[in-house]
Structures are given as structure tokens and as C-alpha cells.
């Protein structure tokens, strides 16, 4: 059997296409990581700017290892993951196999999840914004974020209707 009859054959359009949307999800998503994310400001006085990034570091700093470990998974390691896993689907996936099948299961299981790191950030902003001493200002960070979560969910929904 040859490497064209064992793997999922694309289009080369589409192929390419669905392998620079990958590569864009996980740019946005290294942005969104590292851009400014939030802004709080207390009594007009004082302001911090934060990243998802520097606020995984801060709580490791402080020792709060739950949701280091909880924010760490959710906005890191697994969309990481989902955009490697939907790579390899893409690319490498035998059509029909007990893996790739196991593969498209997994991230339609996961794909409920997807949103979850950009809800707790949007609490995170509106809990902050009830606030009477302190404002938050949502900065260019959440957007990248939120857009690699979107896009890597239209790009798996493409694949699991294209593959399997």
C-alpha cells in the first residue's frame, strides 16, 4: 500500500488552505498569549497591564497552582493540542483507521470546551467592571485570542466534515 492509499488525499487548494488556517490559529494564538490581554485601573491612580502569559506567571510566582494548572491547560496546553491533533488529521490521518476515528471523537469531545478560557476571561472582565474601585479596559490580547479559538474551531468543524 502506498503513502497516497493509506493517508487522506486533499485537494491541493484545500490541503494547503487548511494547513495556513492551522499556522494562522496558532499565530493568533501565541499573540493572544503574549499581547496585553486586560488593563485594571484603581483609583485612577494605579494600573496594570496583563497577559494571559504574565498572569500564568504570576500565579506561579504565588504559588496558586490550581488555577495555574487550570488556566494553564484550558488556554494553553490544550489548544496546543486541538491544532496539533487537527494537523496530524489533516495531514497523516489514515481515513477509516480506529486512530483517525479516535482522533475526530476526541476533538469533537474537546470542541465543547473550546470556549471556555474566553469565558472565564470575559467574568474575569465583567466581575472587574462591577467593581466600584477598579475599571478594566479589554485590550488587543483577548481579541487574538478569542479569534484563534474561533478559527481553530471552523478549521475542525471543516475536517470532521471533510475526513470523516
Known amino acids: 500500500m502506498s503513502f497516497r492509499d493509506s493517508h487522506a488525499v486533499h485537494h491541493p487548494v484545500q490541503g494547503g488552505l487548511v494547513n495556513v488556517l492551522l499556522l494562522a490559529a496558532l499565530g493568533l494564538l501565541v ?7 486586560i488593563t485594571l485601573e484603581k ?10 502569559w504574565s498572569a500564568l506567571q504570576q500565579l506561579r510566582a504565588e504559588g496558586e497552582w490550581g488555577l495555574f494548572v487550570l488556566i494553564g491547560l484550558f488556554s494553553v496546553v490544550f489548544p496546543v493540542i486541538k491544532i496539533l491533533l487537527l494537523a496530524l488529521v489533516w495531514n497523516f490521518g ?3 483507521s480506529r486512530a483517525h476515528r479516535r482522533h475526530l471523537k476526541w476533538l469533537a469531545e474537546y470542541s465543547k470546551w473550546s470556549m471556555l478560557d474566553v469565558f472565564v476571561v470575559a467574568l ?6 462591577l467593581g466600584a474601585l477598579a475599571q478594566a479596559h ?14 481553530t474551531m471552523l478549521v475542525s468543524n471543516w475536517i470532521g466534515r471533510h475526513t470523516g
Open 31 to 37: 499573540a493572544g498569549l503574549r499581547l496585553p490581554l
Open 43 to 52: 483609583f485612577y491612580f494605579f494600573s496594570n497591564t496583563v497577559s494571559l
Open 94 to 96: 489514515s481515513e477509516g
Open 124 to 129: 474575569l472582565v465583567v466581575s472587574v467592571k
Open 138 to 151: 479589554v485590550q488587543e490580547g483577548i481579541y487574538f485570542f478569542a479569534a484563534s479559538v474561533v478559527l
